[in-house]
């Protein structure tokens, strides 16, 4: 049965606390990665605790968006990867052979570097792609609710409510960005991975895609890739540093509370890179 075959119910907003309901942890544990011959990562550790902001630090091609892929198993679709090691969501291995790849997906959702919203199709259509993608039914009524919630959350509501049937593609590149993180909420997610989110946009739009993170930490757990030490420090609960010398596989180095990674880093490399001297 393929994924568009697979009819599935929206789950219901929980009662009560939504975050405490959705939000997840999830835990790395000794992953490993290859680009066929090529090893990229080695033996990588890291918890990342439900309702919190884990940043990914380093220089270029150390590792950081290969594990990000990995924790949602799009590294899989690269034909030379392969990886070893675990990926646990609230202690269930997303790579169990008896998980679909679907369903691992639509818990763990993913915002990348560049907005890719489908331009042509609506801005409203654009938050329920991924709904007719899982094939998650819902009625009119849920769907209008849905769009606008989500659209709320992601910051953009109050910009676009008059224009839902415009299309997607019109919307400047912060709003794009914004529209991106709304369809990612749409299918409810329990963790949203970021790829360096705010990379091509300018200062307006970086500081409201870095406000819209801080509102969603309360209810998905939020891991980002970002190169800026400054947003690494302003949005994020905790860091993990990666690091690969001199040819050898990406690795952390240290992680920890972003506050004590910033102000006292246990190994002098960690230090070296936040305060710019390296990376």
């Known amino acids: 049965m393929s994924a568009t075959d697979e009819t599935v119910v929206l789950p219901p907003v929980p009662a009560g606390d939504p975050a405490a309901s959705r939000s997840a942890t999830l835990d790395a544990h000794e992953v490993s990665a290859w680009f066929g011959d090529h090893k ?23 590792g950081k968006s290969t594990f990000l892929r990995i924790l949602n198993r799009m590294h899989e ?9 675990q990926v646990l969501l609230d202690g269930s291995d997303i790579y169990d052979r008896g998980r679909r790849i ?15 919203p489908f331009p042509a199709m609506s801005i409203y259509d654009n938050v329920l792609a991924g709904l007719k993608m899982n094939g998650i039914k819902a009625g009119r009524g849920e769907r209008d609710d849905l769009v606008e919630e ?8 109050k910009e676009v409510r008059d224009r839902l049937r415009q299309p997607g593609g019109a919307l400047s590149g912060g709003q794009q960005q914004r529209l991106c993180i709304a369809r990612s909420l749409a299918v409810r997610p329990r963790v949203l991975l970021m790829d360096e989110p705010c990379s091509a946009l300018d200062p307006t739009s970086t500081r409201r895609i870095e406000q ?12 980002i890739v970002t190169h800026n030490m400054q947003q690494a420090a302003r949005v994020s609960h905790q860091c993990a540093f990666f690091l690969a010398e001199q040819g050898t596989p990406g690795v952390i180095v240290e992680h920890g509370d972003t506050d004590a990674m910033f102000t006292s880093p246990q190994d002098p490399r960690t230090s070296d890179y936040v305060n710019g001297r390296f990376g």
């Not at 679907?102 to 890719?116: D, L, S, W, Y």
């Open 77 to 85: 679709l690269v034909p030379t990867a392969s990886l070893a090691g």
């Open 40 to 62: 990229v990562l080695d033996r990588v550790s890291l918890n990342m605790p439900a309702q919190r902001v884990t940043a990914l630090i380093g220089p270029s091609g150390c």
């Open 150 to 157: 989500c659209l709320v959350k992601a910051g953009l509501w």
């Open 212 to 223: 819209t993170i801080g509102e969603l930490s309360d209810e998905v757990t939020i891991v």
């Open 102 to 116: 679907t369903h691992a997906r639509r818990e763990i959702g993913m915002v990348f570097q560049k907005p890719n």
